[in-house]
């Protein structure tokens, strides 16, 4: 099923052939993916779906701890992304590094994608990787404003201040502030609004 999933056409009618009879949706090759995994890599959309749909685990990991949802996103399909996301996949899967689906989509700048995973309510925008880096620090060190403004608008729970110090700080560290200044003044505005809904909370008590 691999060798299938992997060759330079769709070979979709031919996969659907092998779900019929049975052979194990799930088997992993010499690199640790599944067929799913492959079929993503290599962009064949259609069998993908199919083994999606056929009920292929969206969860099982590759021996970099990466889920199909990691591979999508790192091919930049929305569409699958969508349809895996549809099935239940663990939007908080963490691989090696300890990056989510978010973390890769805000590193790389997919804008669509990023926009896809924070509309879910379980999604968790904090969650930190190995170097202690946020999705919202992943978009700030490789200067996507888009992203970071997406992630803003979503960064609401009580660390916020915390996240937001940290966030200015790698815009220093890491030149943001001279070569993105939009990014360094969305933070700065992000962080002056919160301060001020704060004071006004603690004024009403």
């Known amino acids: 099923m691999h060798r299938l999933v992997i060759g330079n056409k769709d070979s979709s009618d031919a996969l659907q052939i092998l779900i019929d009879n049975h052979y194990e949706l799930d088997a992993m090759n010499d690199r640790g993916e599944t067929s799913l995994m492959c079929a993503i890599d290599k962009s064949h959309i259609n069998m993908a779906t199919i083994l999606i749909n056929a009920g292929a685990d969206v969860n099982k990991k ?39 689906a978010l973390h890769i989509a805000s590193s790389k700048g997919l804008t669509d994608i990023v926009r896809e995973l924070i509309s879910y309510p379980n999604i968790d925008i904090n969650m930190q990787n190995i170097r202690g880096s946020t999705p919202l ?43 993105h200044p939009e990014i360094f003044s969305l933070l700065q505005e992000a962080l002056e609004q919160k301060r001020d809904l704060w004071d006004e909370g603690e004024t009403s008590l």
């Open 137 to 179: 620090l992943n978009a700030v060190e490789s200067g996507f404003t888009k992203v970071v403004e997406l992630l803003l608008e979503v960064h609401t729970n009580a660390d916020s201040e915390k996240g937001l110090l940290k966030a200015l700080n790698k815009a220093e560290d890491s030149f943001v502030r001279r070569w």
């Open 62 to 100: 590759d021996r970099h701890s990466q889920t199909a949802l990691h591979h999508s996103v790192q091919k930049n399909q929305l569409s699958l992304t969508k349809l895996l996301l549809a099935h239940h996949c663990d939007i908080n899967a963490k691989d090696l590094n300890g990056e989510s």
